[in-house]
């Protein structure tokens, strides 16, 4: 079967550093993404990651090894407003998304 | 980036009626659309996957005759309930994506629907 798996609930203080693994076993592969959820909304893109290697985006850079199966989100300089789930995703080889359960972020001053 | 927008953001209904909910992508013309539940302090569920101008293709467990999808133009789909009841009570949300790599979905930003 298809699975992906990120831990259920993190916490971190203000101003540090988090990273948020992701690991997955997919009938085939075709990109991994990361969303950001605040409580009660829809979810926002974050990046997008489908060759090895580290992608930068501001406050935010995504790894990803394929050959390992494993992907990270990280986090610097955190604010409150990061306070959050954030779900991995995996672009299968049908082109469906699979979707992990999230990561709880908690953000304490 | 492309933008999804939904409607109604918040509708309460009384059990027994329907409840159409749209969803629709502004600036770009998506291949397909995505429904999804979610209750609280849960994942995203997938309920059903739709084409522009085929049937959907709803995921296990969920009802197609509860949940009737319609993909009518590649800027338009639209979610009703059925006969609404309190256990139908959700945020849904519904994503677009376009035809070309990498497939990135757009999410709008969600109704909550309330049975009452």
């Known amino acids: 079967g298809q699975n992906i798996d990120q831990p259920t609930e993190m916490t971190a203080t203000e101003g540090a550093i988090v990273q948020i693994n992701c690991t997955y076993q997919t009938s085939g592969f075709n990109g991994l993404f990361w969303y950001q959820q605040h409580a009660g909304e829809a979810p926002t893109f974050l990046s997008y990651n489908v060759l090895d290697g580290l992608e930068e985006k501001g406050r935010f850079s995504s790894f990803l090894s394929r050959s390992k199966g494993y992907s990270y989100l990280l986090l610097k300089e955190l604010q409150m407003k990061d306070s959050a789930s954030y779900l991995c995703?995996?672009?299968?080889?049908?082109?469906?998304?699979?979707w992990g359960a999230g990561t709880k972020l908690i953000i304490k001053p | 980036g492309a933008v999804v927008s939904q409607h109604p953001s918040r509708v309460i209904c009384k059990s027994g009626t329907s409840v159409k909910i749209e969803c629709r992508s502004l600036?770009?013309?998506?291949?397909?659309m995505f429904w999804y539940r979610q209750f609280p302090k849960q994942s995203l569920m997938l309920m059903a996957t739709s084409n522009e101008g085929s049937k959907a293709t709803y995921e296990q467990g969920v009802e197609k005759d509860k949940f009737l999808i319609n993909h009518a133009s590649l800027t338009l789909s639209t979610l009703t309930v059925t006969s609404a009841h309190p256990e139908d009570s959700s945020f849904y949300i519904c994503?677009?994506?376009?035809?070309?790599?990498?497939?990135?979905?757009?999410f709008g930003p969600g109704t909550r629907l309330t049975v009452t």
């Open positions: 994503s677009a994506s376009g035809s070309s790599e990498p497939y990135e979905q757009y």
């Open positions: 600036d770009f013309q998506a291949t397909t």
């Open positions: 995703a995996v672009l299968d080889s049908n082109y469906q998304l699979i």
